[in-house]
């Protein structure tokens, strides 16, 4: 038993020493809070790190959890950089005074319309709202016209969403800025009704294509990379765009920041720059998430319906609140 | 041997001092676990105390709260009866009756415990998408977790002493009624701790019922925590959890009784006689054949067919190997620490019982039931607000496990020292060895299978840990859990295949060990 023990302890520390050590050695480089879909966020760590040498470890997370997560850390927060999907979660953080402020050369990299008027974050990447249908139980002429339309009784049981992420809480946070409270909570109430909740908008899609639902509001984007893999799970989906400066419309700018109790603001404004830049840009275009380039004179995925024909309602992302959001859906029922 | 060290000094021996006095540090060091244990369940009382009664109350009566409390409440009531009848069933037909390869099939109903729950729901919603709600529900839960059930009812059933239903027989009650008036009530101890079990581990559960969409107090926990980190509804939606949980430790305690069945007398229980089935055999090898079609087919046959579907473009074996040595690390450093806080109790519940050592015992069992979520939700809030230093260090994850799984620990720990004799102790310290050393040299040493069992299971549990992990874990962690988390969220079966086919090949020698630890605790 004894060199069971010994052997025991032995292999604690190898692989301690193994685990441990990198994880340590790693602390020299940036701490990365990533809300972005993991695959984009490791791309993007990976041509930084191969430019300039600076190592970049990733915390992978949602957006709300990591907006609450560094407002609860405060100034011990162990996170240089923030990347969100979504612009509510950088306008918490933003609230609570967290950020240092963006470079100048970073900002210019990106067109007004896709940063906060505030240049605390920077718009990294942006995404669509879409109503994904089945195109085998709607014809066009079915589609809702506005995403309020949804609230009538008309759709109970016939649409889906997934509540309890940040996609959609940034969606309904559009709506609030462009409707106010009551408009929002009634909308809420209506959903709650109306609605099934799925978790995670490729479930969302997924049941649509196979059917169970008829749509449901989710981003643009998943549909195309099922699309470019196999199809599976978008055969039979069609994708509607509300247009019109509807709130369905609503564009949502994933932001990057740097948060001002960073240990190595000079690295983490270089990789906020990197991001924004040609080569970050680059990884939007050709890589497979399909979200939309927002660098200026950066294009997106030829496969995409061009930002600039989305028709988006005019939203500053400073004024989204995710905490008002948070506590209507809870209101509500939805969470 | 204490008589010959009275005879050579007299007055209150040294060694007996001493080893008093060993014995009031150890006491000492048990109390300390179990307060450090009660940590989660004060934090809990202490955020309803700071958030209000007027905002508790608003969050804890509101609808939502009632639809998860009816989810909970009809997934427990109607799971565990279903779990329990197949158990019964399929433990008297592989224990008591002529049953065809009643071995094989008696590790065939072990077996699914080696696969996470979360990855036997992963393997039915790809083969049945559209499955969703509560009898989703009770499907996976029954799949995953009966094995907990069956395993104490098969091991009762083997000790059963014959003569009693003999008796039975013999005063002329036919064969049903026999099983019912003299059988059942001998299994009703491990039914009732199975059925314990299993409960808790359906208030535990979060991955199984995201991917078939029935909402539980647990999911709903996580949903608030991913949109508010910390929030007062979380807590308060953790707060209804607790007492879920106390209301099935409370319901066990209840049904269990006082009662006791067991021999009177001197003389061994003659073997026990094996039912003939007859023409009934094929119809009851269908029970068994169909579970493990469904417990174990399901599994591999979609796990398969992912990774076939897959190639070899799924196998990243860097990001692989990374999540394999974090977790290896975390499973073995979590276990060592759970068993070194679970010796102290352990041996004072062996060596030096006491009311006091019964009720400190008791906080640890308590606070080893209450689901991980609740757990690291208090710690998260605790380490953020009080003791930032010790935020998402490896040190917090690590006392998370060991609150988590120190119950693990604790019961095999508790059952080899109490087959370590005392006087080698004694012995030990009347040869001069100072007490915690006489400790070391002798029962320390003879605990150690029972301590390499309890680490077994407790590294187990670990391997197999989800939200705890994602809640806790220090930056840059990626276990093979959150790996197959995070493709199998993304619709991305095939990536995950790699994880789970991992994560069972671990937990296959641990399920080994309990299968033979059962075996051996009926004596055979």
């Known amino acids: 038993m004894k060199y069971a023990l010994s052997t025991l302890a032995g292999a604690v520390a190898l692989t301690a020493s193994l685990v441990v050590a990198p994880a340590l050695a790693e602390n020299a480089g940036i701490i990365v809070y990533n809300a972005q879909h993991e695959s984009l966020a490791k791309e993007w760590a990976k041509g930084f790190t191969k430019e300039t040498g600076i190592k970049v470890t990733l915390r992978n997370g949602g957006d709300s959890d990591f907006s609450n997560q560094i407002v609860a850390e405060g100034a011990a927060s162990p996170a240089d950089v923030f990347l969100t999907e979504n612009s509510p979660a950088m306008a918490l953080v933003e609230a609570a005074g967290l950020f240092a402020p963006v470079d100048a050369d970073t900002l210019a990299q990106v067109p007004q319309e896709y940063q906060p008027s505030s240049g605390k974050w920077v718009g990294v990447a942006a995404r669509s709202t879409v109503f994904a249908y089945n195109k085998d139980k709607l014809k066009e002429d079915q589609l809702p016209k506005s995403l309020l339309d949804l609230a009538d009784p008309s759709w109970k049981g016939r649409w889906a969403a997934s509540p309890s992420g940040a996609d959609f809480q940034a969606i309904v946070s559009a709506l609030l800025e462009l409707k106010g409270e009551a408009a929002t909570a009634d909308w809420l109430k209506a959903m709650k009704e109306n609605s099934t909740a799925y978790k995670g908008n490729s479930t969302v899609m997924k049941a649509v294509n196979a059917g169970e639902i008829d749509g449901g509001v989710i981003y643009h984007y998943y549909y195309f990379g099922d699309q470019a893999k196999t199809g599976e799970n978008s055969k039979s989906v069609g994708l509607h765009y509300f247009k019109n400066q509807d709130p369905g419309a609503f564009v949502s700018i994933s932001g990057g920041g740097v948060l001002a109790s960073s240990k190595h603001p000079k690295e983490a404004q270089a990789f906020l720059k990197w991001v924004t830049g040609k080569g970050g840009q680059e990884v939007l275009k050709t890589g497979t998430s399909y979200e939309y380039a927002v660098g200026k004179g950066e294009e997106s995925n030829p496969k995409l319906v061009p930002l600039t024909d989305l028709q988006a309602p005019k939203v500053d992302p400073v004024k989204l609140n995710s905490k008002k959001v948070i506590d209507l859906m809870t209101q509500a029922g939805l969470l | 041997m204490a008589s010959a060290i009275h005879l050579t000094r007299p007055g209150l021996p040294a060694a007996a001092r001493q080893s008093r006095r060993s014995a009031s540090w150890i006491t000492l060091a048990a109390a300390l676990v179990s307060l450090i244990a009660l940590l989660p369940l004060a934090f809990i009382v202490w955020t309803a105390i700071q958030t209000g009664w007027g905002t508790v109350l608003a969050l804890i009566f509101r609808p939502r709260v009632g639809e998860l409390l009816v989810n909970t409440i009809l997934l427990v009531v109607v799971s565990v009866p279903v779990a329990i009848v197949l158990s019964v069933a399929l433990a008297w037909l592989i224990e008591r009756s002529d049953l065809p390869g009643n071995r094989l099939w008696s590790w065939l109903s072990v077996a699914p415990l080696a696969i996470p729950a979360f990855v036997h729901s992963y393997a039915w919603i790809s083969l049945v998408p559209g499955l969703h709600g509560l009898w989703a529900g009770v499907l996976v839960s029954v799949i995953a977790y009966f094995p907990f059930l069956y395993l104490p009812i098969a091991a009762a059933l083997r000790r059963l002493d014959p003569a009693l239903e003999d008796a039975a027989a013999a005063l002329g009650l036919g064969p049903w009624r026999v099983f019912a008036r003299v059988v059942l009530p001998q299994l009703r ?216 799984f120190l119950p693990r620990a604790l019961v095999s720990l508790r059952a080899s020292i109490a087959q370590a004799p005392v006087e080698l102790e004694r012995a030990a310290s009347s040869l001069g060895r100072p007490p915690l050393r006489a400790l070391w040299a002798t029962t320390i040493r003879l605990s150690a299978p029972g301590a390499a069992a309890g680490m077994a299971m407790v590294a187990l549990g670990i391997t197999n840990e989800l939200t705890a992990t994602q809640m806790l874990a220090p930056n840059g962690t990626r276990t093979l859990a959150m790996a197959f988390w995070s493709y199998s969220g993304e619709i991305d079966y095939a990536s995950a295949a790699p994880y789970a086919l991992i994560m069972v090949a671990m937990s296959l020698p641990m399920t080994l060990m309990l299968y033979v630890q059962s075996k051996r605790m009926a004596g055979r």
Do not use: K
Not at chain 2, 249 to 262: F, K, P, Q, S
Not at chain 2, 309 to 321: L, N, P, V
């Open chain 2, 189 to 404: 101890l491990a039914i009732c701790g199975g059925s314990l079990l299993v409960g808790l581990h359906l208030l535990a559960e979060y991955g199984l019922f995201v991917f078939i969409r029935f909402d539980t107090f647990t999911t709903a926990i996580v949903d608030q925590f991913q949109s508010t980190f910390n929030g007062p509804a979380a807590n308060m939606l953790a707060a209804v959890l607790v007492a879920c949980c106390f209301v099935l430790l409370a319901v066990e305690v209840v049904v269990r009784g006082e009662e006791r069945y067991a021999r009177v007398g001197s003389g061994a229980a003659r073997q026990q006689q094996r039912v003939r089935l007859g023409h009934a055999t094929l119809p009851c090898l269908l029970l068994p054949a169909i579970t493990a079609l469904l417990t174990l087919g399901v599994p591999f046959v979609t796990v398969g067919r992912w990774l076939l579907a897959g190639g070899a473009d799924i196998w990243r074996w860097d990001e692989i190997g990374l999540a394999l040595g974090q977790t290896l690390f975390l499973a073995i450093a979590g276990a060592l620490l759970a068993t070194v806080a679970a010796m102290p109790m352990a041996w004072i519940s062996i060596r030096a019982p006491s009311p006091l050592q019964r009720l400190l015992e008791s906080c640890n069992y308590i606070v080893g039931s209450l689901p991980g979520v609740v757990i690291a939700l208090a710690l998260v809030t605790i380490t953020v607000r009080i003791a930032l230093p010790l935020y998402q260090t490896l040190f917090t994850i690590l006392f998370g496990y060991a609150l988590m």
